[in-house]
């Protein structure tokens, strides 16, 4: 079956630009979270989704980010005047309401020049 | 103090070593644990989920789980070529809570 997918796959922008990013969960998932990994690093919660509301967001690091997932599918974060500290790869993850195992997507790679 | 820690590497081991991979965690809460793999330019994959304290085995991989000292391990028999990448460990309280990842071990395993 599909698995999580992620698009684009990469986005090259300019500081101060807006840019969107997919994330298309595993079907029947009800939970779905978006991390951001720097380069050496884990990744780092950004924004949980349970259904189609944020049930945490916490991680989301100013309002320059904002997520949305308006059927309870597919989500999309969206970064508004994108800065070069935003570079990184953004993953999203899901999981059933049932289970905490959580299954990741292949991760956009987003530069900022 | 991080809440997460695990040695960076990178950890060079010959083909058939046992590895041990370790992260040692500060919140007491945690009783959610899992190790991810990771490939270069890939997400991460599930390959240990583990409830509370104990072992867990699943062909060569062997998850530990030692609450009392906030240290859980990661065992991989026989290593292979194919088992280089970045291993990842991660953990949560409850459920519903967000994961708080650690950064990492790059681990090759050399022919």
């Known amino acids: 079956g599909a698995g999580v997918s992620q698009t684009p796959s990469n986005k090259v922008t300019e500081k101060g630009k807006y840019v969107e990013l997919r994330c298309d969960p595993i079907s029947g998932h009800t939970a779905l979270y978006w991390y951001r990994q720097s380069l050496g690093q884990g990744p780092e919660f950004l924004i949980y989704f349970q259904g189609t509301g944020a049930a945490d967001d916490s991680g989301l690091p100013n309002d320059r980010f904002f997520a949305v997932r308006p059927e309870g599918s597919v989500s999309t974060l969206k970064i508004q005047r994108t800065e070069r500290g935003d570079s990184a790869v953004y993953l999203c993850?899901?999981?059933?309401?049932?289970?905490?195992?959580?299954?990741f997507g292949p991760g956009t790679r987003l530069l900022v020049l | 103090q991080k809440e997460v820690e695990q040695d960076p590497g990178p950890l060079s081991v010959p083909e058939g070593a046992i590895v041990s991979l370790n992260c040692t965690y500060s919140n007491s809460a945690f009783q959610y644990f899992m190790w991810y793999r990771q490939y270069s330019r890939k997400g991460p994959e599930l390959l240990m989920y583990t409830y509370s304290s104990g072992n867990k085995e699943d062909g060569r991989f062997t998850a530990q789980v030692d609450k009392s000292s906030k240290y859980i391990s990661l065992f991989i028999r026989d290593s292979q070529p194919s088992d280089s990448a970045t291993y990842l460990c991660a953990m949560n309280g409850n459920y519903g809570q967000n994961f708080v990842f650690g950064p990492g071990t790059r681990l090759s395993v050399l022919p």
């Open positions: 993850a899901s999981s059933t309401d049932r289970e905490q195992t959580q299954y």
